[in-house]
């Protein structure tokens, strides 16, 4: 026999509302075994309520007990809750349960409907597809580099500013600033280098189709996730004039007969010479439009002779093999020719917008 | 950096033709971001003086002013205040246009008719001042009637924007561009002169001391001092050549210097003499945690290591006699020796310094200017003194009293060698494609400055000192190579298009990955593209507690970490379309998941740091395929149709569904978000391997994405790495079977069977009973209820044999009949 207070034997209380919640197999029964024993009306709200009519000494050590029982039996129920939610999500699972080979061909309603593949997607496979045709292979890399194949073997070196022309994401991983997420496709042009090199393969002539990130605030333009395609081609006698002529004949591919392509100077740490890669307009075909401000080019992207640097940081030598190198965006050129007026559309993935391609 | 046309063709007779010059400039690759016509619309716009200024009745912002300008007074209403009776102000009359197009009309403002507009500076688009009118009656000769651009020294003009790429530190100076247009155009470059300085017969050696104390990244510091200086407004060509270049006019001491650093390419820095501890200039390191208070007001503390290149904890600095610092070398002078209104004689600074130098310095500050950002381009190393020259030739024109202290005193530092760079004519040819003679590479470079000199077939070509970009033997080969093109011209370039024996094609793993987006596609899918950046949680609410990739410096913080699996984000995708009542869809993606490489089964590992000489773990990249399908009445079902389709499409004739699921031999990043009792494990029959899932997304999971409860979504992942990296995908070409011309037999036989027994150990059973006749065995009904024990279901089979060469006996079917039944009852079937 425990301490009675206001006519309730508090061991006995607290040892019914343990087995009364080990007896409960369901959330339900579990809530009303909580308010039978600590609700408003339980029998120890009453005792709390006998309280009152004690002296001061009196009912502060019996405040305390009644305190001490409320918490037992509290952790009573918090200990049966967590068994009866596993046996009831385990109650619910195998109601649910299916037999996946056991299912019915006839039984599966299937509305006749196309799929669609997502814009960009179908815009690598075009791009790869024109350059396959024109004897490239298509190579992949890894979206996560470490600073030598992103930066440094492509002649950017640590503590260099021109690190800077890139808002470079890095992971907590390695060395700090060590690893990133590859800011261009470019490193893949090292790992096939390198690759050639090891196994004695060389010439090269790929593309890189691949997802790239840059630390760049996203707005109707820019998405700081986007989709590059690089070109490299390593091999004997290969000139600016070679370089002109695929960009060219890539141009006429893919934009058109009457779009052409025009070379200017540019910089690029990888490539010596380099040159920007403009387009006529595909707006207004070169007569001069909103879109190209006037101009009747647009700019695609970046090429150029591939740098003696880099061909020394890869172990080719410059007097024997030259090579070039090319890039643009593919979501851009998803841009250019579906006229996306919001890039952030790519990634909403609104049926709407999805289902138009 | 904006370049007035007139700045350039005070260099040379360059035509005005902006559209011409704009095509040629992107030719150079100086490429024009925009340009704008300046001055135009102040043709009309006069002096006028202030005759009287009377209030409106009822306006207490506007007021009647009455101005001569040079005829009958006119009536103007203005809601201008800072000008009194007698003061010269702007009048654009009825009928001019002012810049950006704004009329001036005859208009009638509480009762009172005014003739035309009195201006403000910004108005008139010669400053940016708009708090009120442009009051000219400090000018000489600001008569009522006279042109403002008369009065002004303002003539008509476009501003060229121009990005000078980074290397090109020549081009950043309108000296640079006019001789780079000059050289397309063949016409000769001549300085303009603004007359000459008064020497005061002391070198500055007399007057002066300079000290270089690195030398190694000063090539040399060059101070002069001059006297006699009175600080006051710039003359108006200056300013307005300042304004229309972007830099505000200050006074005439420091825009001289910025004239100079605009025109040339060389900064220049003018202390005030008298503030300085001694007359005395010199260039040290800072000492750890030395301090300036720069001209911006901003105390600076200098020589410690910083998140800025290389952490170097160095930084160059100007100290004067007492070894105190008065300025950021190439960055940024201090505040208490600047020049000021009563500055007399002053200590004008030339240097040099170390690209690399300021370029750290100015990040690890987090300060640019406009002499930073040609320092850290490269600032040619014998410039100092001409720019010297020229600063104060500019200067004079306002102080008549200046002397200068000639010659300057320089403190010189390390000086590179000249760079020289030897090839052949043909050397050249092999990177650029066009053959062009050494007479031709000579005439094509002269013009830039470099020095082309014949040594039998090889040419000596010495590297201008503004060019500090062109690097030396072997590497600087291909440097030239694009001064010759870039000067011969991209546009005249032949394009010719090369030809290998190798052909082209996709790899293996690119064609799966493209003939899987076609089944899935042709199978009514739609392919999504989601995040691969994604917030942390996303991996708690899948139960997922891997450690995860994550960003050192995300953008947000819903971006942190690096995906592990794609089904939140094709979740996310549901949840966006159906708050757009598109609540039924069925999405794929292809793409990347990201495994730590603590816990990956197959780490990366490659090099990194400097010079590629340590090696770093780095993530498993996995492929995976993700199909999430929400439309009318999917579940787990249709994912196993789908499954069909995929298996046959792909081949994987080894695989099999396994139930219930282990997951101690699976990729957690796979398994994610599964429900337990409606999805199954795709595994190799033959090598055990898993790779992949079909099923269900479990409820709570739904749920943490926001996917309404109560709907259920099909599930399919497949780890497209693994199935390739495992050979499961078949590489051989399928053979044709032959199509039997004899009828085919079908039994149909319906079993019960246990609960606890998947009915693909009875189909398996049965296919093996069945033998090389049967061609297929179809569950065509599964039945549970009234008539059947609780612990069982009915399963009925329909079964097609055929042979090649005859018609099925009935005896013979009767036979593969009984042996199915018997193989059945192995696995605890019992026949209906």
């Known amino acids: 026999m425990g301490e009675v207070i206001g006519s309730v034997d508090i061991d006995h209380l607290v040892l019914a509302a343990a087995t009364a919640a080990q007896g409960a197999t369901s959330r339900t029964v579990l809530e009303a075994v909580e308010a039978e024993f600590l609700g408003k009306r339980s029998e120890l709200a009453g005792a709390h309520r006998s309280l009152g009519s004690m002296d001061e000494q009196a009912r502060k050590s019996a405040g305390a007990v009644l305190n001490a029982a409320r918490v037992q039996i509290q952790q009573a129920i918090e200990e049966c809750r967590v068994g009866v939610e596993a046996a009831e999500r385990s109650a619910l699972l195998e109601a649910d349960r299916l037999d996946l080979t056991e299912v019915v061909s006839s039984s599966i309603a299937s509305p006749v409907r196309r799929g669609h593949q997502h814009v960009i997607s179908q815009t690598q496979a075009e791009l790869e597809d024109v350059f396959i045709g024109m004897g490239f292979t298509v190579a992949d890399g890894p979206e996560v580099e470490t600073d030598w194949f992103n930066f440094e073997a492509l002649n950017i070196p640590p503590a260099h500013p021109a690190r800077g022309m890139w808002d470079t994401f890095y992971l907590e991983l390695g060395e700090p600033e060590t690893v990133v997420l590859r800011t261009h496709t470019s490193p893949v042009q090292i790992h096939l280098m390198e690759d050639a090199v090891a196994n004695d393969t060389l010439p090269i002539h790929a593309v890189m189709p691949g997802r790239c990130f840059r630390r760049d605030t996203p707005d109707a333009r820019h998405l700081h996730t986007f989709h590059q395609i690089e070109g490299l081609v390593i091999d004997r006698g290969m000139t600016f004039v070679d370089l002109a002529g695929v960009i060219q004949t890539f141009t006429t591919a893919y934009f058109g007969a009457d779009i052409s392509s025009r070379l200017r100077p540019a910089f690029f740490p990888f490539t010596e010479p380099s040159a920007e890669y403009e387009i006529t307009c595909t707006i207004c075909h070169g007569e001069g439009c909103r879109t190209c401000s006037q101009t009747g080019w647009i700019e695609l992207g970046g090429c150029g002779m591939v740098d003696p640097a880099v061909l020394h940081a890869v172990g080719i030598d410059p007097e024997e093999y030259s090579g070039f190198a090319f890039g643009f965006g593919i979501d851009r050129c998803a841009q250019m020719r579906h006229q996306i007026a919001d890039m952030r559309a790519l990634v909403e993935n609104d049926l709407r917008f999805v289902e138009q391609f | ?832």
């Open chain 2, 1 to 832: 950096m904006k370049i007035p046309l007139s700045w350039l063709q005070s260099f040379a007779p360059f035509p005005s033709d902006v559209a011409l010059l704009t095509a040629m400039l992107d030719d150079l690759g100086l490429v024009v971001e925009g340009s704008e016509r300046v001055g135009e619309g102040l043709e009309e716009v006069v002096c006028a003086r202030v005759l009287s200024i009377e209030p409106i009745e009822g306006a207490d912002k506007i007021r009647k002013i009455t101005v001569d300008a040079g005829g009958e007074p006119l009536v103007i209403v203005c809601g201008a205040w800072n000008f009194e009776e007698g003061d010269v102000v702007p009048l654009a009359p009825v009928g001019a246009v002012l810049p950006g197009g704004f009329a001036i009309a005859k208009r009638k403002m509480r009762g009172v008719s005014s003739h035309g507009m009195l201006c403000s500076a910004k108005e008139l688009g010669v400053g940016d001042d708009q708090g009120g009118l442009l009051v000219l009656s400090d000018l000489v000769g600001s008569d009522p009637g006279v042109k403002l651009m008369e009065l002004l020294g303002i003539t008509a003009d476009v501003v060229f924007d121009l990005s000078a790429e980074g290397n090109r530190p020549d081009a950043w100076s309108v000296l640079g561009v006019a001789k780079d247009l000059a050289a397309r155009l063949s016409l000769e470059v001549t300085m303009p002169s603004f007359g000459v300085a008064a020497a005061s017969g002391n070198a500055t050696s007399t007057s002066a001391s300079a000290a270089n104390a690195v030398p190694s990244q000063c090539s040399g510091l060059t101070v002069t001092a001059a006297h006699g200086v009175v600080v006051g407004a710039s003359p108006p060509l200056i300013a307005q050549r300042l304004a229309l270049s972007g830099m505000r006019p200050i006074n005439n001491v420091v825009d001289a210097s910025n004239y100079v650093m605009l025109e040339l390419g060389q900064p220049t820095h003018a202390y005030d003499l008298d503030s300085l501890a001694g007359p005395a200039l010199g260039v040290r390191l800072a000492h750890p945690g030395e301090t300036l208070v720069t001209l911006d007001g901003v105390e600076r503390t200098l020589g410690l290591a910083g998140r800025g290149l290389g952490q170097l904890p160095e930084d160059l600095v100007i100290v004067d006699g007492d070894d105190a610092v008065v300025g950021i070398a190439g960055v940024m002078g201090g505040g208490a020796t600047e020049i000021h209104e009563e500055t007399s004689a002053l200590l004008l600074e030339a240097a040099c310094f170390d690209a690399m130098a300021i370029a750290r310095t100015s990040k690890k500050l987090g300060l640019r200017s406009e002499a930073s950002n040609r320092f850290e381009r490269g600032v040619d190393p014998e410039l100092a003194g001409a720019a010297t020259k020229r600063f104060f030739e500019i200067l004079s024109l306002t102080c008549p009293e200046l002397t200068v202290d000639e010659p300057s005193l320089t403190a010189a530092g390390a000086r590179a060698p000249r760079t020289l760079i030897r090839a052949t004519p043909a050397r050249f040819a092999s990177l650029l494609g066009v053959d062009l003679d050494g007479e031709t590479i000579g005439t094509l470079l002269g013009p830039l400055g470099f020095l082309v000199e014949h040594d039998g077939e090889f040419l000596d070509i010495t590297v201008p000192t503004n060019r500090p970009d062109i690097r030396s033997m072997p590497l600087g080969i291909a440097d030239v190579a694009e001064e010759i093109v870039r000067t011969y011209g991209y546009a005249r370039l032949e394009r010719r298009f090369p030809s290998w024996p190798a052909p082209g094609g996709l790899s293996q793993s690119q064609r799966l990955r493209r003939h899987l987006r076609a089944v899935l596609v042709g199978l009514g899918l739609d392919e999504v593209w989601t995040p691969t950046l994604v917030p942390e949680t996303d991996a708690h609410a899948l139960h997922l507690d891997e450690p995860l990739v994550t960003l050192a410096n995300p953008l947000a913080e819903q971006e942190r970490a690096l995906r592990s699996s794609l089904l939140p984000g094709m979740l996310t995708a549901l949840r966006y379309n159906a708050d757009r009542r598109q609540d039924e869809a069925r999405f794929f993606e292809i793409g990347t998941a990201f495994t730590h490489p603590d816990v990956a089964s197959a780490p990366r590992s490659a090099k990194a740091g400097a010079g590629g000489g340590a090696a770093t773990a780095l993530p498993q990249e996995s492929t995976h395929l993700v199909v999430t399908l929400r439309d009318n009445r999917d579940d787990a079902t249709t994912a196993v149709a789908l499954w069909w389709a995929l298996h046959e499409a792909l081949k994987l004739e080894e695989a099999e569904l396994v139930q219930p699921i282990d997951g101690s031999l699976v990729p957690a990043n796979l398994l994610a978000g599964h429900h337990p009792t409606r999805s199954a494990l795709i595994r190799s029959r033959t090598t055990g391997v898993n790779y992949g899932l079909v099923g269900e997304v479990d409820a709570p999971v739904l749920e943490a994405f926001g996917v309404e409860r109560g709907s259920r979504v099909g599930l399919l992942v497949l780890d497209v790495t693994l199935l390739e990296d495992s050979g499961l995908v078949p590489r051989r070409t399928l053979r044709a079977t032959p199509v039997s011309r004899y009828p085919s037999s079908d039994i149909d036989l319906a079993f019960t069977l246990q609960n606890v027994t998947p009915a693909g150990r009875l189909k398996e059973a049965l296919v093996a009973a069945a033998g090389d006749l049967c061609t297929s065995v179809t569950l065509f009904d599964v039945y549970r209820g009234q008539g059947l024990p609780e612990d069982r279901r009915s399963l009925a089979y329909s079964l097609r044999f055929e042979a090649q060469d005859r018609t099925l006996t009935d005896d013979e079917v009767g036979a593969l009949r009984a042996a199915c039944i018997a193989a059945a009852e192995q696995v605890g079937a019992v026949l209906r």
